[in-house]
């Protein structure tokens, strides 16, 4: 009898496979990375094994600053309350809510404010997420709505955490000086295998040295930021993962790219290997999403570090009230060596009516460095 690990594992091979042929033998990683994560039913997000939470023990992969403490919605939900003012909306809408936590600490840290939301739209491909999303938020089923994708007009205020991360990248490996995009192929045996075809592709900046030179380039990330700028009529985005801008992105000593898998907490560099079953993922460029998005018509409303950013929002103060434990569990939002420096907000909004400040920026804004 299968494994329920074979079982998803299996035929979602046999799907890559299928694609890997019908492609010619080689299938660029993007579309890999779109096979193994989000394949109905089969990829990483889109099938029912448990994705986030604290310990290994409950069979999550990793877990994120909604699920260390609600602190972190707290605080995010003082700059929601105040681009809800500057912009005169009354929505916020969600990409890739997870476990609805971060949408439940928003939800109730605005009422808390004083400035309930009049909806919250999660936009959220995996069926088995919105379930645990509507479980976590049945107190507010009045006011939660879900999507499949962008409505063709918007208007209210954006939310993505860890959401450009997981789009898939294309992957360019530079070898003997001569730059190659990095697919999959199969082998006689039928097992997954890189392989390097020679391209014109390259980096958005040329990397110093003639040493060989793994990296990603991040067209899918970028065209959602267009797609965001040509719908959202009024309001502001808030984007937070983590990545670097350009210049730190393709130093010439980050050699091997930022590429990484996460299982049972624990992460490794080999994508082929368990699919299904394991988050793939890169850091952004965030220099390429601000570009994105000026050149979509969006405005850099900010960009800063997750630490400046929560300190910003009154996040100490927040902690003031909190148990002992959701303090140690802020410490590692803002640490330096933990989350907070590694993860960055930026913000962006459509060009017209952009003139005020966002209050995660008031101190220690780096727009300048992107």
């Not at 929601?80 to 009354?90: I, R």
């Not at 936009?123 to 994708?149: C, F, M, N």
């Not at 040509?230 to 984007?239: E, K, M, V």
């Not at 490794?268 to 018509?297: C, E, M, R, Y």
Request: glycine share 10%; aromatic share 8%; proline share 5%.
């Amino acid at each position: 009898m299968a494994t329920e690990h074979e079982s998803l594992t299996s035929p979602l091979l046999a799907r890559v496979r299928e694609a890997i042929a019908q492609a010619g033998g080689w299938l660029p990683f993007d579309r890999f990375m779109a096979l193994a994560l989000y394949e109905p039913g089969l990829g990483y997000y889109a099938n029912a094994t448990p994705k986030f939470g604290a310990l290994p023990q409950g069979g999550s992969d990793f877990v994120t600053a909604p699920e260390l403490t609600p602190l972190f919605g707290q605080a995010l939900a003082r700059q929601v309350a105040q681009a809800l003012v500057a912009t005169g909306t009354d929505e916020v809408w969600e990409f890739g809510a997870g476990t609805g936590a971060l949408a439940l600490q928003v939800i109730e840290a605005l009422a808390e404010l004083g400035q309930p939301v009049r909806r919250y739209t999660i936009v959220d491909l995996s069926g088995s997420l919105r379930e645990r999303q509507r479980a976590t938020l049945g107190a507010h089923a009045q006011r939660v709505h879900w999507a499949d994708a962008l409505p063709p007009q918007m208007q209210g205020v954006v939310l993505g955490n860890e959401v450009l991360d997981a789009m898939p990248v294309q992957l360019l490996a530079r070898r003997g000086g001569v730059w190659h995009e990095r697919g999959v192929a199969m082998t006689e045996a039928g097992a997954l295998a890189w392989a390097d075809r020679a391209t014109a592709l390259r980096p958005p900046l040329e990397v110093d040295g003639e040493h060989d030179y793994v990296t990603e380039i991040h067209p899918q990330a970028e065209a959602f930021v267009r797609t965001l700028a040509d719908r959202l009529l009024r309001g502001a985005a808030f984007l937070l993962d983590y990545g670097f801008p350009e210049a730190e992105y393709y130093h010439p000593q980050r050699a091997m790219g930022t590429l990484i898998c996460h299982r049972a907490h624990r992460s490794d560099s080999d994508p082929l290997s368990d699919l299904g079953l394991k988050d793939i993922t890169a850091h952004v460029n965030f220099t390429g999403i601000a570009l994105a998005a000026q050149d979509a018509g969006l405005e850099v409303l900010g960009y800063t570090s997750q630490g400046r950013f929560l300190l910003n929002c009154g996040l100490l103060e927040l902690a003031q009230r909190a148990d002992a434990r959701q303090n140690a569990m802020m410490q590692k939002l803002v640490n330096e060596h933990e989350m907070g420096e590694l993860f960055k907000v930026i913000a962006l909004a459509p060009t017209a009516g952009t003139a005020w400040v966002p209050i995660g920026f008031a101190a220690g804004d780096r727009t300048h460095r992107l």
